[in-house]
């Protein structure tokens, strides 16, 4: 397995990703997110409400949780593309037949795999960093809140991003391209769902309902790295304010991730990019 090859496979994935239209749908829901949000959070200050004008200590609290709301949209859209991005990598060139163009010379399927995986990872983790700095600079302009560890929340999105865009490349090795990222997207949907659901059986002292997301969390990882994103974005304060029974809110998380959970993430996506690899190999083309 050359470097060479590896990182020219990666130059190219890199930019033939650049190239398709996704991108420029991406790019234009995150400007319009961010236009949005950049709006509403100016509006927080001075808000009249029930219990009177907030304050701009009120109003950096509600910004904190509406920080986790947009950073799951972005999230969501970080997966729909990568997703859709992720498909056509395999599925799409192998049915082409633009694989051959690759694959017939005397390079390793699994060095062609690992570049097209390291130029979307480079994409899709430099999109999800860059869009996310962007809106909390956008939420620190506007309100003047900062979160606490905006790096470490920026990291777990780019790693949530890994997940899924190494899932939809297993899913392409062995389905259509479409098939992938239905199924991928789907996937990230239901463990969503699922963490929710956990959160409120958690909430409710269900132990029953709580395993749910707790095995979810396992089989796919990315709302376990998105909960500890979102503890790294939130105001600790949030967590006194809604006091008991936070779990069953969707955008409030109340620990920090553990350095095994973390690596239990690092392991499933090598088990999930070597399987890739193996149903690669045998691929035909």
Do not use: C, H
Request: overall charge neutral; aromatic content about 8%; hydrophobic content about 55%.
């Amino acid at each position: 397995m050359t470097t060479r090859t590896v990182l020219t496979v990666a130059g190219l994935t890199l930019r033939e990703a650049a190239r398709r239209r996704v991108v420029w749908a991406l790019l234009a829901l995150t400007v319009v997110l961010l236009a949005l949000s950049a709006w509403g959070f100016s509006k927080l200050v001075g808000l009249d409400t029930e219990l009177g004008t907030m304050t701009s200590g009120e109003a950096r609290l509600v910004a904190s949780l509406l920080l986790n709301l947009i950073m799951f949209g972005l999230s969501l859209i970080a997966a729909i593309g990568t997703a859709f991005l992720a498909g056509p990598t395999l599925a799409g060139e192998l049915e082409s037949g633009q694989a051959l163009v690759i694959l017939a010379r005397p390079v390793r399927r699994s060095s062609v795999l690992l570049g097209k995986w390291l130029g979307l990872v480079a994409f899709g983790g430099g999109y999800v960093v860059l869009a996310g700095l962007a809106q909390i600079l956008v939420v620190a302009a506007t309100v003047g809140y900062w979160p606490p560890a905006p790096a470490t929340g920026l990291a777990l999105l780019a790693a949530e991003t890994v997940v899924l865009l190494t899932l939809a490349l297993l899913l392409s090795s062995v389905v259509s391209t479409m098939a992938s990222g239905i199924v991928a997207v789907g996937l990230f949907g239901a463990t969503w769902v699922a963490g929710v659901v956990g959160g409120i059986g958690g909430a409710l002292g269900n132990d029953g309902v709580e395993s749910v997301g707790t095995v979810s969390r396992i089989l796919l990882p990315t709302d376990g790295l998105w909960r500890g994103a979102m503890s790294a974005f939130q105001d600790p304060i949030a967590l006194v304010q809604m006091g008991p029974g936070e779990g069953g809110f969707p955008f409030l998380s109340e620990a920090t991730l553990s350095p095994a959970y973390l690596a239990w993430a690092a392991v499933w996506i090598a088990m999930v990019w070597a399987l890739t690899a193996l149903s690669f190999s045998r691929r035909d083309v």
